[in-house]
């Protein structure tokens, strides 16, 4: 079982920066991926990043690239998203979760069914 409790989202204005914080227990950290997904009103989960096990490799949807960086933490069993030049599309509330393999390929990394494990979801809101 694993854990993982979200924080960090709340208002901001457009072009503004929030960092979205991921703390997981209850297994081994950093011996899984772990992914950000956001979802609209209405809408399923949208892929947002990824990063394998040992940073090996990270992953962004083409809306965020270049704007939203994904890091992590093992010593402190937490995963991050930096997200900056935030815009108003971006408003969604956040979950992180636990991918099922260590090395997942860019296709298995964007689907959410390959994920085990969710948090609970943070609130992020970019007004203009």
């Known amino acids: 079982q694993v854990q993982l409790v979200e924080s960090g989202g709340g208002l901001v204005l457009a072009g503004g920066s929030l960092r979205l914080s991921c703390v997981a227990s209850?297994?081994?950290?950093?011996?899984?991926?772990m992914g950000w997904f956001r979802q609209h009103p209405g809408k399923e989960h949208e892929f947002v990043s990824a990063?394998?096990?040992?940073?090996?490799?990270?992953y962004y949807a083409d809306s965020v690239k270049g704007r939203f960086t994904i890091f992590r933490d093992n010593a402190k069993n937490t995963v991050y998203l930096q997200m900056d030049s935030l815009k108003p599309e971006d408003t969604a509330v956040y979950y992180c979760?636990?991918?099922?393999?260590?090395?997942?390929?860019?296709?298995?990394?964007?689907?959410?069914?390959?994920?085990?494990?969710w948090g609970q979801g943070t609130q992020v809101t970019v007004s203009s």
């Open positions: 979760a636990a991918h099922r393999t260590a090395y997942p390929d860019p296709p298995r990394a964007a689907n959410p069914v390959e994920y085990d494990y």
């Open positions: 209850g297994r081994t950290f950093n011996s899984y991926a």
């Open positions: 990063i394998t096990r040992n940073d090996i490799n990270t």
